[in-house]
Every structure is written in structure tokens, then in C-alpha cells.
């Protein structure tokens, strides 16, 4: 008898307990304005993180460049590009360094097999300088008046189209990279430019070059 009792005291508070349960709720409180501003603050800092890194060769940047990128857009067709480049000694007195702004825009990437896709079409802009103090960025005095035209040594106003081929790293086997991007582009600077307007004879080869490189996706 006493074992019955004992069992329908402890059905009774199960049942109890249950019924406790279903009557508790988390109330869904609406987001404050503080909360919703922490969370913009936190997301315009996370977009600084930079979601690429480059290594290029030529380009009018340097015999060897390399920098950070981000690459945003609805279809990620923007890029914006950072690089430090370094131009070798030759037959100047020392080696110098360069500083790249790049931007570039892919307008379609076409997908292949095996994690492989092209982009057939990519154009650049950018802005560079050389670090030393035999370049200037206004006309020193021992030209003519406006010899240059306006045109500084300090700084090169460049453009280049080219194509892209991108690899897909599969999830099991990505390090550091989700994708490693081999590209190559034909570019011009305004001083190329100016000189081929001024001078018919210049040959082609003398204002296009041909810079190469990769890109590895990282975020």
C-alpha cells in the first residue's frame, strides 16, 4: 500500500512538473538602439578585414609586388587592391620601393568542372608611387614652363585589361585559401600614353606590358 501511494505522489509530480514547463517562455524582447549600434559598429570594422592577398609581377608597379585586397559587390565583381612593390637596383644608385591603389571590376565568371571558372574579362585602374627623392610631384624648375604638361614622376596613373582563371579549393583541404586565382593583364600608364600621342614612331611594345600573378582568396 505504501509503494502505491509512493508511485501516484511521484506521478502527480511529473505531471505537475510538465504542466510548470509548458507554462515557462523566453520573452523576445525587441532590440534597443544601443544594441543595434553595436552591432553596425561591429559589422563596418569586420569589413575592413581584408579577404584577399596578391602577389604580381610587373605592371608598372615594381619587378615584384605583393598586398592585401577585399572584393565586395553583389557578385563579388569589385575589388580593391593594397600592394608594396620593389623595383631592383639596375643602373640607378639603389633599389626602391612602390606603393599600388588598385581597383578592379570583373563583370562574369563562368563556371567549368572540377571547381575550376574563368573570368574572361578584367579591367583596372590604379594609382601608383616611387618612394624616393629623385621623383617629384610638381615640375622642378630646371624644365621649361609646363614641359610635362602637369605630370608629376611621383606619381603613375595606370589602366589594364586581362582575364582570370580561379581553382576552388574543396572544404576537406583548404588551409589558409578558399580559392587561388592565376591571372595576367596588359596595362598602360599616362606617361606611355603622352609619349605614343607626342611620338608616332614609339613602337607598341614600348607602351603595353605584361604583368602576371595570383591572387589567393582567403575569406
Known sequence: MKWSKFFISMLFLLAAANVMADSIYVEQREESKYDKRVHRYRKHWAALIPT??????????GALSAGIGWD???RKQWETDLL????????SSRAKMTMT?????LPWSISLKRGWSIEPLSASVYINTVYGDEFWKSQPGRYPSKYYNFMS??????????????LQIPQNKRWRSKSIS???????????????????NVPLKDVLGLSVGLKFQTL
Do not use: S, W
Not at 52 to 58: D, K, L, P
Not at 84 to 91: C, D, L, T
Not at 101 to 105: D, I, M, P, T, V
Not at 153 to 166: D, E, H, P, S, Y
Open 52 to 61: 584577399q592577398f596578391v602577389i604580381q609581377n610587373a605592371g608598372n608597379m
Open 72 to 74: 565586395y559587390g553583389n
Open 84 to 91: 608594396v612593390g620593389f623595383i631592383p637596383k639596375h643602373q
Open 101 to 105: 591603389l588598385k581597383e578592379n571590376y
Open 153 to 166: 614622376t611621383k606619381f603613375r596613373l595606370n589602366i589594364a585589361v586581362g582575364q582570370r582563371a580561379t
Open 182 to 200: 592565376l591571372f595576367y593583364e596588359v596595362g598602360t600608364c599616362d606617361l606611355y600614353l603622352r609619349a605614343k600621342y607626342f611620338d608616332r
